[in-house]
């Protein structure tokens, strides 16, 4: 986050912060530390006060400030640097604010006498007094050359010449240089966003050159450009997508740690066991060997020694390599003997192969299955006990006592992948329908039929501000359609809604539900191949 955008970003984000009360502080993920804010001028549009969520992702190389109206899932309890904050942030309000936007710097001086730093380098820091002065940094003379100004170390004397600055520079003309340079100088203006077809957002304070993004961003190529008016409202779009998503992510690696472990201790071991099984099949092998010679022992004396034999194959004769300090009687028995081990070996690795493949597919299963019990509220500390094997740690079938949620799914609970890697729930009968509501966090989607019973499906996203494909909409209402009498159907209705506003009917059977807000319906074609296509393990 360049300075210049971040001064315009808190330009525009200082008024709406003013006399909002801080909630609550949570760290979902490193580095990443979220202030839920609420009232002040952060209003809806109906006109009433608003709840928003200030994320600050501190990081050197590229740090991100930006105001959000979803809420990130925390999946972490706090640490005691935010208890800290907590206890002199947590129920005041904020009475001043400034930005020093050259050091990316906001400090938010709450009615307690206390004051947030914010800062994008080091994070977030708590302060007892006022903020310190802050005076406006010296712009370069007009007449110089930004060029020129960007050479050598001459740039080290103006703070205002940031290094995203500096990389623009050289690719505008002078004149083109000294406008920019103007117009970032009085300040106020709009924000530019930059994405690519992958869905990566980048916002900057000016519009980039092409030759410069091409050079920045030579793999991901082209990118659509838009102009925003609001920075705040740009920044929220491009931080959920990177910010939220890396937090998500993280979650699921914390979760799966444990299970990807012992994952990867029996991809060694299958490793293993297929060498194995290369070593006694040579030995298996041998058996034709101790066929041969036994047909032609006659040639050789009872106590006849040789370092190897030429005896007549069916492919003509053929030189076979002996033991010397055995007879030619011995080695044949040994040939005889290796045969054997390895069949017995061969028979025995078929049952250790299996029960190997069982073990992995188990922990596979149990890591999946761990991501799919991760929500807003869940815990992702390992739920697995016993002692680790070999450095990995082995995944048992208990829930960690005191756990908030159980380790895997329900039995009643199906999981699928679908075809752009969204997590799918499915009940299995009623009381699967209730389950896989209660695992559903508040910003995923529940899909019904529109049109009499089914199967309750869950879409698992992230974060509220995920977009989710089209493709895994119809995947997700034809697994539902699947579960109802219109499976044998050429088309089925399919309702979809957020699952905040799907809510049980009390004193009702399970499953039974009421809607309270509806997303709107769609048509798909059920195809019954389509289960088998996207079922993950159980």
């Known amino acids: ?224 450009e838009s102009v925003w008016e609001d920075p705040v409202a740009a920044l929220a779009l491009a931080g959920e997508s990177r910010v939220y998503a890396a937090v998500a992510a993280g979650a699921r690696q914390m979760a799966a740690r444990p299970f990807a472990a012992e994952v990867k201790r029996l991809d060694k071991l299958l490793d293993k066991l297929d060498r194995e099984e290369v070593r006694l099949a040579s030995l298996r092998d041998r058996q034709a060997d101790a066929l041969l010679l036994q047909g032609q022992l006659y040639r050789f004396g009872p106590e006849e020694k040789r370092a190897s034999v030429t005896l007549d194959g069916p492919g003509g004769p053929r030189e ?90 329900p039995k009643q609970v199906q999981a699928f992948r679908s075809g752009d890697g969204f997590l799918l729930l499915r009940g299995r009968d009623t009381r699967g329908n209730a389950l896989a509501l209660k695992l559903a966090a508040p910003h995923d989607y529940w899909l019904h039929t529109a049109d009499g019973p089914s199967a309750h499906v869950i879409i698992r996203r992230d974060h509220a501000g995920q977009e989710v494909p089209e493709r895994t909409l119809a995947e997700a209402g034809a697994l539902a359609a699947l579960k109802s009498r219109l499976r044998d159907e050429a088309r089925a209705e399919i309702q979809y809604s957020l699952a905040k506003y799907i809510h049980p009917m009390k004193k009702a059977a399970p499953g039974m539900v009421r809607i309270d807000k509806s997303e709107g319906t769609f048509w798909v074609s059920p195809d019954r191949d389509l289960e088998e296509k996207l079922r993950m393990p159980e």
């Open 320 to 409: 076979l390599a002996l033991e010397p300090r055995l007879t030619v009687r011995e080695n044949m028995a040994a040939l005889f003997h290796q045969a054997a081990r390895g069949r017995r070996g061969l028979e025995h690795l078929v049952e250790r192969r299996a029960a190997v493949r069982a073990e992995k597919n188990a922990a596979v299963a149990a890591m999946l299955q761990r991501e799919a019990a991760l929500n807003g509220t869940g815990d992702t500390g390992s739920a697995y006990t016993g002692h680790a094997g070999r450095g990995a740690a082995r995944p048992e079938r208990a829930a960690r006592p005191g756990a908030g949620r159980p380790s895997g799914l």
């Open 1 to 224: 986050m360049d300075a210049h955008l971040f001064r315009r970003f808190c330009d525009t984000l200082i008024p709406a912060l003013l006399g909002a009360r801080v909630e609550k502080i949570h760290e979902p993920g490193q580095g990443v530390t979220v202030f839920t804010v609420y009232g002040g001028g952060l209003g809806r549009a109906d006109g009433g006060p608003a709840k928003r969520y200030l994320v600050l992702r501190a990081d050197r190389k590229a740090p991100l400030l930006f105001l959000s109206a979803h809420r990130v899932p925390v999946n972490a309890q706090p640490p005691a640097s935010v208890m800290r904050l907590r206890k002199y942030l947590s129920e005041r309000r904020i009475a001043r604010a400034s930005c020093h936007w050259t050091e990316r710097r906001l400090y938010l001086e709450t009615s307690g006498g206390s004051t947030l730093l914010l800062d994008l380098r080091e994070g977030p820091t708590l302060l007892f007094g006022p903020a310190p002065a802050f005076e406006e940094p010296a712009w370069p003379d007009p007449e110089v050359s930004p060029s020129a100004l960007c050479s050598g170390d001459g740039w080290r004397a103006w703070p205002v010449l940031t290094p995203a600055l500096r990389r623009t520079l050289p690719y505008l003309d002078p004149e083109d240089g000294r406008a920019l340079l103007m117009d970032l100088q009085a300040g106020g203006g709009d924000v530019f966003m930059y994405e690519t077809e992958t869905g990566e957002r980048e916002v900057s304070a000016w519009p980039l050159p092409r030759a410069q993004w091409l050079r920045m961003k030579p793999v991901r190529g082209e990118a659509r």
